[in-house]
């Protein structure tokens, strides 16, 4: 016995990510959908060992299934995703759209997993921004021992994050500047990726932050701690998977970074390598395919009281988001739906 699961946005990264967790984590599943819009209907992906057809979104009756985890962007999800509500079936939202809503929960199951309690309201449940998702996970033993004060964040994030068009950006630019004549100047950033780092994701605000900046503020507040302080520098990066981030902790109480590296090393979702030698770390290549919240270069600030610094990698289609929103949907049913 297990549910029936819909995966809407099956042929974009995370969807087809969200497929292959399902399977990889034995979700029970009885019977499963994958959509796309029109343009891609008929589509071949992988589940398992299975191969589904993709069937069209604009038309798909929601009446009947259990869980939807939705990868189409907040554009296709406002049309969507209170149509999937309304039947009855639990909305996984990955986009931006309804993860400030009050009367939605945004979850990271290792650190606030009692928050699904909550999805009746809207029959919707948010996943958060990538670079939150990975940081929480980390934040939060910490937090539970010694109270965080502050948090400084400088984001080191891959092209992946930015979709296809992201990836192939890098891809194409990278080659070209091999065949100066096939130039190809950027479309999907806003300067060169190849060879270069950008100090701008999403869109610029009135205070001089990004979007994606205030994004890492607010998610933090509503998921871990409203009382945290967060200032983030969001940067993207020419690595093709993996975000990584360096993170500056201020806390209430003392913690010493042996006491820290232990708590982490006993955290879920939480993977230790922190040897101080060469390679002693993880990097982004490292870290693609895995579940795991790396944590690295783990040491003391002795320019503040109570301070520490961290370095933390993750695969971002993964526990960035398909693997988060599989993990929302496994607590949804073990705490909250019936199998059919």
Same mark, same amino acid.
């Given at each position: =016995?297990?549910?029936?699961?819909?995966?809407?946005?099956?042929?974009?990264?995370?969807?087809? %990510?969200?497929?292959?967790?399902?399977?990889? /984590?034995?979700?029970?599943?009885?019977?499963?959908?994958?959509?796309?819009?029109?343009?891609?209907?008929?589509?071949?992906?992988?589940?398992?060992?299975?191969?589904?057809?993709?069937?069209?979104?604009?038309?798909?009756?929601?009446?009947?299934?259990?869980?939807?985890?939705?990868?189409?962007?907040?554009?296709?999800?406002?049309?969507?995703?209170?149509?999937?509500?309304?039947?009855? &079936? !639990?909305?996984?939202?990955? *986009? *931006?759209?309804?993860?400030?809503? $009050?009367?939605?929960?945004?979850?990271?199951?290792?650190?606030?997993?009692?928050?699904?309690?909550?999805?009746?309201?809207?029959? #919707?449940?948010?996943?958060?921004? &990538?670079?939150? +998702?990975? =940081?929480?996970?980390?934040?939060?033993?910490?937090?539970? /021992?010694?109270?965080?004060?502050?948090?400084?964040?400088?984001?080191?994030?891959?092209?992946?994050?930015?979709?296809?068009?992201?990836?192939?950006?890098?891809?194409?630019?990278?080659?070209?500047?091999?065949?100066? !004549? @096939?130039?190809?100047? $950027?479309?999907?950033?806003?300067?060169?990726?190849?060879?270069?780092? #950008?100090?701008?994701?999403?869109?610029?605000?009135?205070?001089? *932050?990004?979007? %994606?900046?205030?994004? =890492?503020?607010?998610?933090?507040?509503?998921?871990?701690?409203?009382? #945290?302080?967060?200032?983030?520098?969001?940067? /993207?990066?020419?690595?093709? !998977?993996?975000? *990584?981030? +360096?993170?500056?902790?201020?806390?209430?109480?003392?913690?010493? %970074?042996?006491?820290?590296?232990?708590?982490?090393? %006993?955290?879920?979702?939480?993977?230790? !390598?922190?040897?101080?030698?060469?390679?002693?770390?993880?990097? $982004?290549?490292?870290?693609?395919?895995?579940?795991?919240?790396?944590?690295? /270069?783990?040491?003391? @600030?002795?320019?503040?009281?109570?301070?520490?610094? =961290?370095?933390?990698?993750?695969?971002?289609?993964?526990?960035?988001?398909?693997?988060?929103?599989?993990?929302?949907?496994?607590?949804?049913?073990?705490?909250?739906?019936?199998?059919?």
């Amino acid at each position: =016995m297990g549910y029936r699961v819909v995966v809407a946005g099956a042929t974009g990264n995370v969807g087809r %990510e969200m497929l292959n967790i399902l399977a990889e /984590r034995e979700f029970p599943v009885d019977e499963i959908a994958a959509l796309a819009s029109r343009k891609s209907l008929g589509t071949e992906i992988s589940f398992g060992d299975k191969t589904l057809k993709t069937l069209d979104l604009d038309t798909f009756d929601f009446t009947g299934w259990d869980i939807a985890l939705f990868a189409v962007g907040s554009e296709a999800t406002k049309k969507y995703a209170p149509k999937a509500a309304a039947s009855g &079936c !639990v909305v996984i939202d990955n *986009s *931006s759209l309804y993860r400030y809503d $009050p009367d939605v929960p945004l979850v990271v199951p290792e650190v606030n997993a009692d928050a699904v309690l909550g999805y009746q309201k809207k029959m #919707i449940i948010a996943n958060p921004n &990538c670079s939150t +998702a990975q =940081m929480v996970v980390a934040l939060k033993p910490l937090h539970d /021992r010694a109270r965080i004060k502050r948090v400084v964040v400088s984001t080191y994030q891959s092209v992946s994050g930015a979709g296809k068009e992201g990836i192939d950006e890098l891809w194409d630019q990278t080659k070209s500047i091999y065949n100066p !004549v @096939d130039n190809k100047p $950027p479309r999907k950033f806003t300067k060169q990726i190849a060879f270069n780092v #950008i100090p701008h994701i999403d869109v610029f605000l009135d205070d001089g *932050s990004t979007k %994606e900046e205030w994004k =890492m503020v607010a998610e933090t507040k509503k998921i871990l701690d409203k009382a #945290i302080k967060v200032t983030a520098t969001c940067v /993207r990066v020419p690595v093709f !998977v993996g975000h *990584s981030e +360096a993170i500056n902790i201020e806390f209430e109480d003392f913690l010493d %970074e042996d006491e820290a590296r232990d708590i982490l090393r %006993e955290a879920p979702g939480v993977m230790v !390598v922190d040897k101080r030698e060469d390679g002693g770390y993880i990097t $982004p290549i490292d870290c693609v395919g895995d579940y795991a919240t790396f944590v690295s /270069r783990i040491r003391t @600030d002795g320019t503040i009281e109570n301070g520490l610094n =961290m370095w933390v990698v993750s695969d971002n289609l993964r526990k960035g988001a398909a693997l988060n929103a599989v993990q929302i949907a496994e607590v949804l049913g073990n705490r909250c739906l019936k199998k059919g």
